[in-house]
């Protein structure tokens, strides 16, 4: 996969992967926090299969992107724009996993003139849907709890997160799989080892530049998110495991509640790792590309 580069007009640089057809269906694909661009996307057969077209840029302060620690979540709207433009891009989508989610719905309301749909998947919530954490993995209780109360604590926390990620990789991989469902866990098995090297790629790209561009994204998330999701106007597509560990589905339902604009999709029985599932990947992108017909 060759690395993209784009130097925004503030200066900074956007990392992204492009894959899939040139001139298919545009998507814009969103990492979740941490992630990168290193996905696998250019081995993925849904994107010959179905003719599309899948960007994936990093975050500033991910893999390649330049930082910016006073980023908003709205701010990523403007980036998404810049890159379109260069991209020659009018029209897209756009898509984002867990922590991509709110940055999606910040695309789908300050570039509703250019953006024709959008889709969370696994998706974090905003606060005020997150009352109820039954189900949630205790490592992610942790994280959400000292990202709104204690933040010094998170980024002393991440910090030794990158330190460990670094001296001992797979001791980390296996601690954050430990935290999944057994979907989760059996999606994974099919994708073979591979699929478990690629994840671990993914996550030291992202950790690149250090835990700092993961401890924005956390308080980003966890508090205000700077706007308010009922003004969206484009078409917006939920997608939600019913035994999901990392974002359990009861403030999956009450975040759908502040989407009106909304069609929610909660798959009973699976997990969070929702596109490592071919089968509910390919109807993501065929709903997708409803919009477009």
């Known amino acids: 996969m060759a690395d993209n580069c784009f130097k925004l007009k503030d200066g900074r640089i956007l990392g992204y992967a492009d894959c899939g057809k040139v001139d298919g269906v545009p998507i814009f694909l969103f990492h979740g926090t941490p992630g990168s661009r290193i996905n696998g996307l250019e081995d993925e ?45 009018k029209k897209f989508h756009v898509a984002g996993f867990s922590g991509g989610g709110p940055y999606v719905l910040a695309c789908s309301l300050f570039l ?28 992610n209780k942790i994280g959400f709890f000292i990202s709104k109360h204690f933040p010094y604590l998170l980024r002393i926390s991440l910090q030794s997160f990158d330190s460990a990620l670094k001296k001992y990789p797979d001791k980390v991989l296996q601690k954050m799989l430990n935290q999944l469902c ?50 969206i ?24 509640k ?16 929702l596109l490592e599932s071919e089968e509910i990947g390919a109807q993501i992108v065929e709903k997708i590309l409803s919009v477009n017909a």
Not at 183 to 210: M, N, P, T
């Open 45 to 89: 057969p849904l994107l010959e299969k179905y003719g599309i077209r899948v960007i994936a840029p990093e975050r500033p302060g991910y893999g390649l992107s330049s930082p910016k620690p006073d980023r908003t979540i709205k701010d990523w709207a403007k980036d998404i724009e810049e890159l379109a433009t260069h991209l020659s891009l």
């Open 112 to 139: 509703a003139s250019r953006v024709k749909s959008g889709t969370i998947i696994g998706s974090a919530v905003p606060p005020k849907a997150l009352i109820n954490t039954k189900g949630m993995a205790i490592g």
């Open 182 to 231: 057994e979907w989760d866990k059996s999606v994974l098995k099919k994708r073979s080892e591979e699929g478990e090297k690629l994840f671990l790629q993914h996550l030291i790209e992202a950790y690149k530049q250090g835990s700092a561009a993961h401890y924005i994204d956390a308080l980003l998330i966890s508090r205000p998110w700077g706007f308010e999701t009922n003004n």
């Open 233 to 256: 106007t484009v078409p917006v597509f939920m997608w939600h495991g019913e035994c999901d560990t990392l974002m359990p589905i009861a403030p999956a339902k009450e975040f759908a």
């Open 258 to 273: 502040l989407l009106p604009n909304s069609e929610c999709h909660f798959i009973p029985g699976a997990g969070h790792l």
